[in-house]
């Protein structure tokens, strides 16, 4: 492959140069008052060298770039923005714990929209590391992102390998692969490799990617606690209604938008909890 030396404190590595130049291009419309949002996802895979390679993106962007600019859960991304200033790269890097369910991935896709209303005046590039690009909603996915580069293995799982999509083949890509989570449904704008240079502390970057984790997880936790209780006063609450022949399961659906089954599984579960 065609390559440049960059340049990292005392060290280089090599860096592809189309993606040099297309970078490249992204900073000096920067400076006109833009911000971009680039996509590295890793084929549907996690370990492809996704986190790596949007690293050595951001020296090649900005190379005061430290871990400080790494963010691993959605709360922290907005403060850490206004924090960093204008035209910073941060890399909202989130942790596969937490991204499993569609409801989890819609939170992810409107932290990241949340972002783009409250931090677009900063003209910063944000790095946005995912697991899987087809889970994004498609305003992220199609409207408001520049660019996808997809990590995958070759050769009895060797990495360093990626898939370069600019905006419109990013499009077709999601429009047609979304139902299969297909990334071979539309050729690639072009191919790519990459090194296995990290440019900063892996064990510190490890630890902190371990501790948000941890804090997501804990977190987590104490939400469900919270929606147990407030499940249980539901429950207490619709069961007097109906005993006092207020309203009745399919009423009760009715006012929560729900099914008539919910609430009907909900009044059992309630009644064989408070059997004597």
Not at 48 to 66: E, F, L, R, W, Y
Not at 124 to 130: D, E, H, M, T, Y
Not at 183 to 196: E, I, L, M, V
Not at 209 to 217: P, S, T, Y
Request: glycine share 4%; charged share 30%; net charge positive.
């Amino acid at each position: 492959m065609s390559v440049v030396e960059i340049k990292h404190g005392n060290r280089t590595f090599k860096y592809h140069e189309l993606l040099f130049k297309n970078i490249s291009e992204l900073k000096k419309a920067n400076l006109n008052d833009w911000d971009f949002k680039l996509l590295f996802s890793g084929d549907g895979m996690t370990r492809t060298g996704k986190s790596t390679i949007a690293s050595q993106t951001s020296i090649v962007i900005d190379p005061s770039t430290t871990l400080d600019h790494i963010v691993f859960r959605g709360d922290k991304l907005i403060s850490t923005s206004l924090k960093l200033g204008r035209n910073k790269v941060v890399i909202y890097d989130e942790a596969k714990e937490g991204l499993d369910s569609k409801k989890a991935m819609n939170r992810y896709s409107q932290t990241i929209t949340d972002y783009f209303s409250e931090c677009g005046f900063l003209n910063q590039f944000l790095l946005i590391v995912l697991p899987e690009f087809f889970d994004l909603n498609k305003t992220v996915a199609l409207n408001q992102s520049i660019c996808l580069i997809n990590c995958y293995t070759r050769n009895n799982f060797q990495r360093g390998y990626f898939n370069f999509y600019n905006r419109k083949d990013k499009r077709y890509l999601y429009i047609k692969g979304k139902k299969y989570n297909n990334y071979k449904c539309q050729k690639a704008s072009w191919d790519g490799t990459f090194t296995d240079y990290f440019p900063f502390d892996i064990e510190e970057y490890n630890k902190r990617k371990l501790e948000n984790m941890r804090a997501g997880k804990e977190e987590k936790e104490k939400l469900g606690v919270h929606e147990k209780i407030w499940k249980t006063r539901f429950q207490l609450f619709a069961n007097n209604l109906i005993e006092q022949n207020i309203l009745n399961q399919r009423q009760i659906a009715k006012l929560c938008e729900t099914d008539e089954k919910d609430i009907s599984k909900y009044m059992i579960e309630f009644r064989e909890s408070h059997k004597k």
